[in-house]
Each structure stands twice: as C-alpha cells, then as structure tokens.
Nanobody
Framework: QVQLVESGGGLVQAGGSLRLSCAAS????????MGWFRQAPGKEREFVAA????????GYADSVKGRFIISRDNAKNTVYLQVNRLKPEDTAVYYC?????????????????WGQGTQVTVSS
C-alpha cells in the first residue's frame, strides 16, 4: 500500500518558519515528480510547489515564491517544504503529492498519490 505521510506542521507566529516533511512508503518515488498543495478553510485546494525526480524545481505558486523552498531526498523517499516568512494567509492544511499523470503539475487532478495533510496555522 502506497502512503504519503506529512509531518512538521504546527502553530507559528507570522514571520516564522517551519519545515514540512513527507515520507513515502510502499513504493519508491525516485523516478517521479512530487509536490505540495494546500487548502485553507472555505477555499479550494491550491498548488504550492513541485519538484522533479532529480530535484529540479518545477515551479512555485506566485504567493509563495521567494519564501518557500521545495526539496527532496530520494535515498529517504522523502520530499520537504521549507516555509519561511510565514503569513496568516498561509494558514491551511498542506498536502504532499506524488506522481504526475501529465505535465500539468499545478492541477490537483494531475497527481495520483496524496497524503492526509498536516495543519499549518500562522497567527498574526
């Protein structure tokens, strides 16, 4: 059974940082893109960042560019999201995703595997 398990979320003050992790099990993702989405209360799920199989960054949402950094460690079958200079509007459940159906990585429907999410809450 393939699983993506996120960790590292929590409550942080505005301007703070967190490091989110997503550990995959059940299969290796070393040959696949991985990424992160988020969903705030009352809002649709939105793309945050994606990374190619070799560690090349595929893209970031405009709202997080310059503040968030996606990376991966294929030996650990893990993808990370370093979130810096957090703002209250970054408050959301953050989901890890793995394996693309096609090249449209900003689309939620493109990703095959999803984690259960980790809550990030930013206080002002």
């Amino acid at each position: 059974q393939v699983q993506l398990v996120e960790s590292g979320g929590g409550l942080v003050q505005a301007g703070g940082s967190l490091r989110l992790s997503c550990a995959a099990s059940g299969r290796t993702f070393s040959g696949d893109a991985m990424g992160w989405f988020r969903q705030a209360p009352g809002k649709e799920r939105e793309f945050v960042a994606a990374v190619g199989w070799s560690g090349n960054r595929l893209g970031y949402a405009d709202s997080v560019k310059g503040r968030f950094i996606i990376s991966r460690d294929n030996a650990k079958n893990t993808v990370y999201l370093q979130v810096n200079r957090l703002k209250p509007e970054d408050t959301a459940v953050y989901y890890c995703v793995g394996q693309l159906k096609d090249s449209e990585y900003v689309s939620a429907t493109t990703w095959i595997y999803w984690g259960q999410g980790t809550q990030v809450t930013v206080s002002s």
